[in-house]
């Protein structure tokens, strides 16, 4: 069983940056694929960016592809989603996921283990 944490949302202009963080309790990632996704209102939930279990392979969305940048420290359990450029769109509850295995993947039904959510909201 693996417990993740999502931290760091908050309010923010838009041009403005925030870092999210994911923490797993107990264990590193070093066995675990993990992806960002969000979900704004009456929309569906969006696949953002993922990474491998070694760190060594990420993937993004078009929609946030130059602005997001995700990446593991696997000594402090820690996957971070550092977003810049934010815009009014970018509002969400943002939620990161972990699957057993090195390969991620862009659909979040292929995760086994998903956080409570952060909320980030990017005023105009």
């Known amino acids: 069983q693996v417990q993740l944490v999502e931290s760091g949302g908050g309010l923010v202009q838009a041009g403005g940056s925030l870092r999210l963080s994911c923490a797993a309790s107990?264990?590193?990632?070093?066995?675990?694929?993990v992806g960002w996704f969000r979900r704004a209102p009456g929309k569906d939930r969006e696949f953002l960016a993922a990474i491998s279990g070694s760190g060594g392979s990420t993937a993004y969305a078009d929609s946030v592809k130059g602005r997001f940048t995700i990446s593991t420290y696997n000594a402090e359990n820690t996957v971070y989603l550092q977003m810049t450029d934010l815009k009014p769109e970018d509002t969400a509850v943002y939620y990161c996921?972990?699957?057993?295995?090195?390969?991620?993947?862009?659909?979040?039904?292929?995760?086994?283990?998903w956080g409570q959510g952060t909320q980030v909201t990017v005023s105009s």
């Open positions: 107990g264990r590193t990632f070093n066995n675990y694929a």
């Open positions: 996921g972990a699957r057993t295995g090195w390969y991620y993947y862009t659909t979040g039904a292929t995760y086994e283990y």
